[in-house]
């Protein structure tokens, strides 16, 4: 059983930038795909990038492509969300998730483990 819990969300002013972590513990943090989603208020839970094992791939959704960047340490059993230049749509309750998969899965249902989330709000 996996255990994933993200940080590093808050309040921030649009354009500005935060990182977020995601925390994995209990299974082989190399041997699991990653993938970063989000639920705004009143919207379905939506993909926003995934990362494979190495993490030499990567997968952006393209309202955040060219802004956002997924990175891992799997030394550290640890994966980020680095994002920048952040606007009003952003803000969103994001979810970490891991899968075992070798190709990241791009949909929430095909993910097995999910953390609580971490709000993110992005001010105008």
Do not use: H
Not at 63 to 70: H, L, M, Y
Not at 95 to 115: K, L, N, Q, S, V
């Amino acid at each position: 059983q996996v255990q994933v819990v993200e940080s590093g969300g808050g309040l921030v002013q649009a354009g500005g930038s935060l990182r977020l972590s995601c925390a994995a513990s209990g299974g082989t943090f190399g041997r699991y795909s990653m993938g970063w989603f989000r639920q705004a208020p009143g919207k379905e839970r939506e993909f926003v990038a995934a990362i494979s094992w190495s993490g030499g791939s990567t997968y952006y959704a393209d309202s955040v492509k060219g802004r956002f960047t997924i990175s891992r340490e799997n030394a550290k059993n640890t994966v980020y969300l680095q994002m920048n230049s952040l606007n009003a749509e952003d803000t969103a309750v994001y979810y970490c998730a891991a899968d075992r998969a070798f190709i990241p899965p791009r949909m929430g249902f095909e993910y097995d483990y999910w953390g609580q989330g971490t709000q993110v709000t992005v001010s105008s």
